[in-house]
């Protein structure tokens, strides 16, 4: 018998007695409270996120991957430290998307019906829908009815146009018409390669809307491989997902970090691989410890002895959409796939699987409260930053670069704050609406 739940209580009050007989309950997702620790793991990434929006904006020189040599050395010492662990633009979204492939196929595995598929399946995309497309209304409303021309004076102003190439303050698409933001929100949905060259994205303030475009586009690559996993043998699965993630490294695809994200997932949930892992802890540690050893190492020398080997692993992929040879052709200003985040991620999470402190850790209200809204302040946090922050700190400067740095914290502490608010009322009223109606309409396509 199929799992429900009754409507929110807020709509069972707006909705009138005869009508609300007719109307069905919203299925249930089966939910494993045990495993909340990787909701905290999404809020630290959202704090981790908005710093490397700001600095990206405010201290692009700052910010690992940056080629410059113009900015001044606070920057280029932080660019070589503390941007690697904190504010590491590629190692952050692929942790989203990593996490996301971990987490997406939980109610499923939890519960392997074709109910719960089902759902799982229908609902995504109306899950995201709604979010992403009004985030891309805002900045239409934003930067199309107001002149863009203080972002190109921030940019000459604190010379973040030279630091940046060219490619982010300075060269945000300004969407003309209704109908191409109407266009750019269905492309979002709906290219399959390349994520970031579409309009959407960088009509989005730092161009990270791609983001959203790889965690749907992932999500049935995910939802495509999982349904075997109740029907196979244990060791298949390990064997054949191992395979896989291979092939998608050899091909540059994202399915390298999402299918790696299932495997996990499998283990823990299909295989108690907790158990094992906890019963050779040392091992398990050393080898987590290992990973992201590695991981940071490379890093590191990229940001300080040798970043003009930062793109060399890319190069030697396939060139699924381009030549077909190799990767000769790498656009250094686009998402990467890289060997180096990818070690620190699966480091980070063998530790976190087998490690009872880090659970709890992660698991704590704060970081879990954060976590249940990263998705608002993600598409949020850009916005605020490229209108509130800016202008703070244009108005402060008063063309002076003399003052940047007040400017700079100020407009921090007043994008954050703002970040804070706005997110819990788009919260509120955008996202968590949209799961409720996503449950909503699966349950009506029931009955």
């Known amino acids: 018998m199929r799992e429900r739940k009754s409507l929110p209580s807020w709509l069972v009050s707006a909705i009138p007695a005869p009508l609300l007989e007719k109307t069905p309950k919203t299925a249930k997702s089966h939910h ?12 630290c990434l959202a704090i981790m996120s908005f710093l490397w929006v700001f600095m990206q904006t405010f201290a692009p020189g700052a910010t690992y991957g940056s080629s410059d ?4 050395s606070w920057q280029a010492a932080l660019r070589k430290s503390l941007s690697v662990l904190f504010w590491n633009g590629s ?3 692929s942790s989203i998307i990593f996490l996301s492939a971990r987490t997406v196929c939980l109610p499923f595995l939890l519960n392997p019906t074709k109910l719960q598929l089902a759902s799982s399946v229908f609902r995504r995309g109306l899950r995201l829908w709604f979010p992403t497309a009004a985030a891309l209304v805002v900045c239409y409303i934003a930067f199309s009815n107001s002149s863009p021309q203080y972002l190109a004076d921030f940019a000459a102003t604190t010379g973040t146009a ?4 060219g490619t982010m303050v300075d060269s945000l698409y300004i969407m003309p018409t209704s109908i191409v933001n109407f266009n750019s929100i269905f492309e979002i949905f709906w290219v399959s390669h390349n994520f970031s060259y579409q309009a959407g994205n960088w009509a989005f303030p730092t161009q990270t809307l791609w983001v959203i475009t790889a965690i749907f586009q992932q999500s049935y690559t995910v939802f495509a491989v999982m349904v075997i996993i109740p029907f196979t043998r244990k060791s298949w699965r ?10 998608a490294w050899w091909v540059y695809s994202w399915a390298w970090f999402s299918i790696s994200g299932l495997l996990l997932a499998d283990m823990i949930v299909s295989m108690d691989f907790k158990a094992k892992f906890l019963a050779n802890r040392i091992w398990t540690v050393s080898v987590g410890l290992l990973c992201m050893a590695a991981g940071f190492a490379m890093e590191f020398i990229w940001a300080t002895i040798r970043p003009e080997l930062r793109n060399a692993e890319i190069k030697y992929h396939t060139g699924l959409y381009s030549t077909g040879g190799i990767n000769t052709t790498v656009d250094a200003t686009a998402p990467q796939l890289r060997a180096d985040n990818y ?3 699966v480091g980070f999470f063998v530790l976190l699987e087998s490690t009872h402190f880090l659970q709890k850790a992660f698991a704590n209200p704060v970081f879990t409260f954060l976590g249940r809204r990263s998705l608002s302040y993600f598409l949020l946090q850009s916005i605020i930053v490229y209108t509130l922050g800016i202008r703070v700190a244009m108005e402060i400067m008063n063309g002076s670069i003399e003052t940047y740095s007040r400017a700079s914290g100020v407009a921090f502490i007043a994008s ?10 788009f919260y509120w009223l955008l996202d ?8 909503l309409a699966f349950a009506w396509i029931l009955e």
């Open 32 to 43: 494993d409270a045990a495993q909340d620790y990787l909701t905290g793991v999404r809020g």
């Open 91 to 93: 190692l952050i979204y």
């Open 162 to 165: 030279a630091v940046n190439n």
């Open 238 to 247: 390990l064997s054949g997902a191992t395979f896989f993630i291979l092939t």
């Open 416 to 425: 954050l704050l703002v970040t804070v608010v706005a997110g819990e009322v």
């Open 343 to 345: 070690l620190v991620i």
């Open 69 to 72: 040599t113009v900015s001044p």
């Open 432 to 439: 968590v609406p949209s799961q409720q109606f996503a449950r």
